[in-house]
């Protein structure tokens, strides 16, 4: 997560949505009185001691909004982008088993084991990304939704509500997952489990079910 007070915006940073590669971009905007959160190229934290023992950058943007100002609150643009759940989901099963063969040899299969393991189903990576930007009764706290999909005219879009955008440098690929290496088709089962577990998902983003096929990095 980035709390810029200079420029007046905060960025949600939902997991295996190329968070890490918005990230950099963004932090040529940044000031030393600026906040931000993240353990895995870089070590920050964020001055609120609550806030930093939560030990990673992706944290709800509900559990920042007490440590604001309420004119902060209101007045700072505030912004996050989603992708579509199979989609990240196969960014974190390739993620995942990048050093096994199960993605590549039995892709469906592996997706499938995932959704179903109630334990790996709590994993960070696989929280349903509505948490990330909601309140407790689901209100969207967000300004602007970008989407993973339309990646570089959203954060086009997004660089308009920041004051300094030349500040801003290019978006580079960055903590990108291994890829597949041929197309997946997929079957009921597997979107009955995606909307077991992400079916707000789906709903609150605009994205579509009733999907035949993964193939690099498009669903059909």
């Known amino acids: 997560m980035i709390v ?21 971009s963004l932090r040529g905007s940044l000031d030393a009185n600026d906040w931000e959160q993240c353990l895995l190229y870089d070590k920050k934290k964020f001055p609120v001691k609550a806030l930093a023992a939560i030990g ?8 920042l909004k007490p ?23 196969i960014s974190y099963a390739c993620f995942q088993n990048k ?11 592996t997706l499938k084991t995932i959704l179903n393991d109630k334990r790996e189903m ?13 309140d407790d009764q689901g209100k969207v706290l967000v300004d602007y939704i970008g989407y993973f999909e339309s ?8 660089k308009k509500h920041i004051g300094n955008a030349e500040l ?30 992400y079916q707000k998902d789906f709903e609150l983003f605009n994205y579509k079910l009733g999907f035949k096929r993964f193939s690099d990095g498009l669903i059909e």
């Open 4 to 24: 810029s007070h200079t420029q007046k915006y905060i960025f949600t940073a939902i997991p295996k949505t190329a968070s890490q590669s918005i990230r950099l």
């Open 56 to 63: 990673h950058g992706h944290i709800f943007l509900k559990q």
């Open 67 to 89: 440590y604001l100002l309420p004119q902060m609150w209101q007045n700072y643009f505030k912004f996050a982008v989603v992708r579509h759940p199979l989609g990240r989901l």
């Open 99 to 109: 050093h096994q063969s199960s993605m590549a040899e039995m892709p469906l299969q």
């Open 122 to 134: 709590q994993h960070l990576l696989l929280k349903p990304q509505y948490e990330f930007v909601c």
């Open 151 to 158: 990646l570089v005219d959203d954060f086009s879009e997004i």
């Open 168 to 197: 801003i440098s290019p978006l580079i690929v960055l903590n990108q997952s291994h890829r597949l290496n041929r197309s997946i088709e997929l079957d009921s089962e597997l979107e009955d489990l995606l909307v077991m577990h």
